[in-house]
């Protein structure tokens, strides 16, 4: 039996990073051997089928040469509109495969806060309240046990809940198996299950059912194979669990491309469904609440410590007054940690000004005359200080370039509530042989791109100091420009005008021993990633972009170092 505290690492994204699944110009045989299967293959440019079967597909993308595991579009996830918990879901189901005992145990930590999402599925069904001891609140806990398909959608909707915060909308179809038949998700995880099963036997693949890798990309001596399905997988307990006709047709189908008689789940296929579907979706009215009105009536039964040695975290925005996780190693504070007046005089570490430490670190009181006051007297007259303290977030944008003197005065008084860590303010320290430079950009000023470009060239150059060797990664609160920023383009907050426009910066990158950057600011959720591989200036970095979340309490970034060392 596995503690509590081996239990939840389980599920906690992976406390190892590792390189990307491929790099460098050539495919990889087994991917290149793939494409020539299949003819339509000629005519993508881009993403290549790897291997197809009714349902899914694998696609290896050119570009970003990364491989992702899709649906080819019948076979639909959920009846649910708008279900966002698919990846999380998917996720879950690899973990019920390698861990059946430890997703029980999972769910069973959260009994309260599933207590409270039933009691809320049965009122949405019958209009009635019920209490959490009631019979009809014990035979929905108890019926989440009695099938493992439904157990696996248990399991990805607490990861959704830890991760994002509290859920809304639909409860019933979410949490109620009499409800959860209706959706075709079962159906959907059945096929799922078989097709990642046929992958990881056939190819040198590995999945945690969001990423998908070729195993020849993990770094030697890696810890991250406990939480990813591969070919060495031992599945037999979970196969015996799952019911008949689903560990049948995952047994008969390791081969790719078999010919198998499907599982007896429901499937909700789009060629017989569509119509109604649409309707569904057309007509849904989702009585969504915001996750932060919810969090009253839940608890948080996750460890808040972690033991990350190097210790990456952003976006907090902590209201309370204290830091909601603990880490006693080197920790990278990323901007926006506090806006409650946080003090720490125990963590340990390095830590860069974000737009939210602009205001948190001023007075709470409004006497101006108070000697408090005296550090931020010279500011008075500048009309976007007196605009940053009537209304912050309609003068993010007018905040002066990041040499600025009172980003100077926002250290110093950092420095006095986190006495242990490096506050960098354009300046650089070095942990265990790697050099990190942290530079003030608290927001992306678009319409200044080129005198915040000419800012950073400026002081990387100061602080790089013709020390070519030393590793190093640049750590800011806002990206540094789109190459070095883990915003999607699709996001409404993405600007392409924010790319790097400065040749002088390419060549810094192509000169120094860059490995990586880090950012926060643009709170993008930690099912997207943690990070990706880009390349820049014709060599491969890592972007890191780790933002708070009770779930993910951190992101272990040694093994990225190791990766580039």
Not at 243 to 267: C, D, H, M, R, Y
Not at 384 to 401: A, G, V
Not at 411 to 431: D, G, Q, T
Not at 474 to 489: D, G, Q, R, W, Y
Request: with cysteine; net charge neutral; charged share 20%.
């Amino acid at each position: 039996m596995k503690s509590n505290k081996d239990k939840d690492s389980l599920f906690i994204e992976e406390r190892k990073s590792f390189s990307p699944a491929i790099t460098g110009s050539s495919l990889p045989q087994e991917i290149a051997t793939r494409i020539a299967l299949y003819p339509e293959n000629k005519r993508r440019p881009v993403n290549k089928t790897i291997v197809k079967n009714d349902y899914f597909q694998l696609i290896y993308n050119m570009k970003e040469n990364s491989l992702n595991i899709s649906s080819r579009g019948d076979l639909v996830y959920s009846a649910i509109p708008y279900d966002t918990a698919r990846n999380y879901i998917q996720r879950a189901a690899i973990q019920y495969l390698l861990h059946p005992e430890a997703t029980h145990q999972y769910i069973e930590s959260h009994k309260t806060n599933l207590e409270t999402y039933l009691k809320l599925s049965i009122f949405q069904v019958t209009n009635k309240r019920v209490n959490k001891n009631s019979s009809k609140v014990i035979q929905a806990y108890d019926a989440i046990f009695k099938d493992p398909l439904f157990e696996i959608q248990i399991l990805g909707r607490l990861l959704q809940h830890d991760e994002t915060g509290a859920l809304s909308a639909n409860l019933a179809g979410k949490f109620l198996f009499s409800e959860n038949v209706k959706t075709g998700i079962s159906g959907y995880i059945s096929e799922y299950l078989k097709f990642v099963v046929q992958l990881t036997q056939a190819l040198p693949l590995m999945t945690d059912g969001k990423n998908i890798r070729l195993l020849e990309s993990v770094m030697p001596n890696s810890a991250i194979s406990a939480n990813h399905l591969t070919f060495e997988s031992d599945i037999t307990s979970a196969l015996s669990l799952l019911p008949q006709e689903v560990k049948e047709t995952i047994e008969n189908s390791i081969i790719i491309g078999s010919q198998t008689i499907p599982a007896n789940n429901k499937l909700l296929l789009r060629s017989e469904f569509g119509k109604e579907l649409s309707e569904v979706r057309q007509n849904y009215v989702a009585h969504s609440v915001d996750p932060r009105e919810l969090e009253q009536y839940f608890e948080n039964v996750l460890p808040a410590e972690n033991a990350n040695l190097v210790n990456v975290i952003s976006d907090i925005h902590t209201k309370n007054g204290t830091l909601p996780f603990m880490n006693k190693n080197f920790n990278i504070l990323v901007g926006d940690i506090s806006d409650s007046h946080v003090v720490n005089k125990e963590i340990n570490g390095l830590y860069v000004i974000g737009n939210h430490e602009l205001v948190d670190i001023l007075p709470n009181n409004p006497i101006k005359d108070d000697p408090q006051w005296d550090p931020w007297r010279q500011f008075f007259k500048n009309e976007w200080f007196k605009e940053l303290m009537r209304n912050p977030d309609d003068t993010w944008y007018k905040l002066p370039i990041g040499d600025h003197i009172y980003y100077e005065c926002v250290k110093a008084e950092l420095e006095k509530r986190f006495p242990k860590m490096n506050v960098l303010n354009n300046n650089s320290v070095i942990h265990n042989g790697i050099r990190y430079i942290g530079l003030t950009i608290p927001v992306v000023l678009v319409k200044r791109k080129k005198a915040q470009q000419k800012f950073i060239f400026k002081v990387l150059k100061r602080l790089l100091n013709q020390e070519y060797d030393i590793p190093t990664v640049i750590v800011s609160h806002a990206p540094l420009f789109n190459e070095l920023s883990m915003l999607s383009s699709e996001s409404t907050a993405y600007s392409k005008g924010y790319n790097c426009s400065e040749p002088k910066i390419e060549a810094l990158f192509k000169e120094y021993k860059i490995i990586g950057a880090i950012h926060g600011h643009h709170h993008i959720p930690a099912s997207s990633g943690r990070y990706k591989m880009v390349t820049f200036s014709g060599k491969e970095l890592f972007v890191v972009c780790s933002i708070y979340s009770k779930m993910n309490t951190g992101f272990e970034l040694i093994g990225l170092l190791n990766s580039k060392k």
